[in-house]
């Protein structure tokens, strides 16, 4: 079906512009969705998967202030975020790379994570990427469940 702004400050703007909502329905996830386009030619298939497509963008940038720690961008020029923005897909591209590759079953935030804190250490890659020097969690014994801080046997701090 088709709508148009009916706000003022937006029927200021785009006066002209007719909208069109989609639905289209997700057999695998058993939903329906509804997506605004501007567009008369498109089908409802392709609208869903231009926003698909869109989606992985998002999820891209989402990757990127999660696990790159990047709060701001360094310039503001185009040529700066852009440099800064291929920078960090190239980063991205090459933790899922060496992720993929890898023999244990990384997760891409624990991977970023230690590589970060392995960077300037002299270890072989493939051998840390396969057999990584991570201590797996122990679960702390019987006697100490409850207590606030387990600090070895026979010493806690009990709530």
């Known amino acids: 079906y088709e709508m148009s702004f009916t706000g ?10 007719r909208f069109r909502v989609v639905q289209w329905y997700d057999e695998k996830t058993d ?29 891209f940038f989402k990757r990127i202030k999660q696990n790159l720690v990047i709060k701001s961008f360094v310039g503001t020029t185009e040529n700066a975020v852009m440099t800064q923005i291929w920078t960090a897909a190239i980063a991205i591209l090459l ?13 891409f935030c624990r991977l970023a994570r ?17 057999k990584p020097d991570i201590k797996e969690w122990e679960s702390p014994p019987e006697s ?12 806690d701090f009990t709530i």
């Open 8 to 17: 003022t400050q937006a029927r200021k703007h785009c006066e002209d512009m």
């Open 144 to 155: 100490s469940r409850g207590c606030l801080y387990f600090l070895g046997e026979g010493v």
């Open 114 to 130: 230690y590589f970060k804190l392995n960077l300037m250490t002299c270890k072989s890659l493939e051998h840390w990427l396969n």
């Open 95 to 107: 933790l899922e790379l060496l992720r993929r590759r890898s023999k244990y079953n990384w997760t």
């Open 31 to 59: 939903r329906w969705f509804e997506f605004l386009t501007n567009s008369k030619e498109l089908t409802a298939p392709e609208v869903a998967d231009l926003y698909k497509d869109r989606w992985q963008i998002e999820l």
